[in-house]
């Protein structure tokens, strides 16, 4: 059973410096090069805002964006003739990008595939360059409509989990950990490789509405503003938006979140939920 799980995660991942910097450094941002679909756009655009308030100067994000499975690494680097694929290299090209960030994606047959591809290059004009994973969710929370894919409750089930929490925290520590960032390590043993555990905000934030446990009025899907999920696919409202981009924040610049004069704009104490996420990640796994 176990075997079958890790292979439909493989498939599900969303289907669709030795560069230390030590907190000596925080006041100054970093140039950043950052790659990604819809569950990953919102956090690094949202970045730029927290990088401000955090008082980190000449932060720089380089984003580029393309939607559903065409946003992974893999998808990026195949599509060689698109205008992505080359504004991604021109980026690499002019060897001044600190960090490079890429999302979670279909990683079938070879974990690695697509990011060890896109590091290789990084590194040819950027040897210092430090590399992130942002976690995903996974998706369609309700299900889709055509059934081919359960709700989370009963893909949880289906895998001999009690809930989603424990089988995104298998796929987190089983798929990404172990077979992504463990190998693509030993690849590049003097590359400094992290993970950010954005996929938590979604997952605690929407147990939180569940329990009632949130003192805002948050509907699980609804307009951004006040609600976990936007659509049936799963993208995010702004509560979880504020959530994991204070957690990026964080796992980046390793800001004190308990210092960050920022209102998120809701009543909820979002600082103290990012905090505990970052505490609950892996610390092998950090930057």
Same mark, same amino acid.
């Given at each position: !059973? ?17 560069? &230390?910097?030590? $907190? ?12 990604? +679909? ?7 655009? +949202? ?5 401000i308030k ?32 080359? *504004? #991604? ?12 960030? !890429?999302?979670?994606?279909?990683v &079938? ?8 591809? =896109? ?6 004009? @950027? ?11 996974f998706?369609?929370? @309700?299900?889709?409509?055509?059934? $081919? ?12 989990? $009690?809930?989603?929490?424990? *089988? ?7 798929i ?23 996929? =938590? ?6 147990? !939180? ?10 509907? !699980? ?5 006040? $609600? #976990?999920?936007?659509d049936?696919k799963?993208?995010q ?21 308990t210092? *960050? @004069? ?26």
């Amino acid at each position: !059973m176990k075997s079958v799980l890790k292979l439909f995660l493989l498939v599900l991942i969303l289907s669709f410096k030795n560069g &230390q910097f030590s $907190s000596e450094n925080e006041s100054t941002g970093y140039n950043m090069l950052l790659i990604g +679909h819809s569950f990953f756009k919102p956090y690094a655009n +949202h970045l730029e805002l927290l990088a401000i308030k955090a008082g980190l100067e000449n932060h720089s994000a380089n984003i580029v964006f393309r939607g559903g499975k065409n946003g992974i690494p893999i998808n990026f680097w195949n599509d060689s003739a698109s205008e992505e694929h080359q *504004l #991604i290299k021109f980026a690499l090209d002019q060897g001044n990008i600190d960090f490079f960030g !890429m999302t979670t994606g279909h990683v &079938q047959e070879n974990p690695t595939e697509g990011y060890l591809e =896109w590091i290789e290059y990084a590194l040819q004009k @950027n040897p210092n360059i430090t590399i992130f994973i942002s976690i995903s969710p996974f998706d369609y929370p @309700n299900g889709n409509s055509n059934g $081919s894919r359960p709700d989370w409750n009963k893909l949880a089930l289906n895998y001999g989990f $009690s809930s989603i929490q424990e *089988l995104y925290d298998y796929y987190v520590t089983e798929i990404i950990h172990k077979e992504i960032v463990d190998k693509l390590r030993e690849e590049f043993p003097l590359t400094k490789i992290f993970t950010i555990p954005t996929g =938590w905000a979604t997952k605690n934030l929407a147990q !939180m509405t569940l329990e009632n446990e949130l003192l805002d009025d948050i509907d !699980m899907f609804g307009p951004k503003s006040k $609600s #976990i999920f936007t659509d049936n696919k799963g993208h995010q409202g702004q509560i979880v938006i504020e959530t994991g981009a204070l957690i990026w924040l964080n796992s980046i610049y390793n800001t004190d979140l308990t210092k *960050l @004069n920022y209102d998120t704009g809701f009543i909820t104490d979002l600082h103290k939920i990012a905090r505990k996420i970052i505490d609950n990640h892996d610390v092998n796994y950090k930057q």
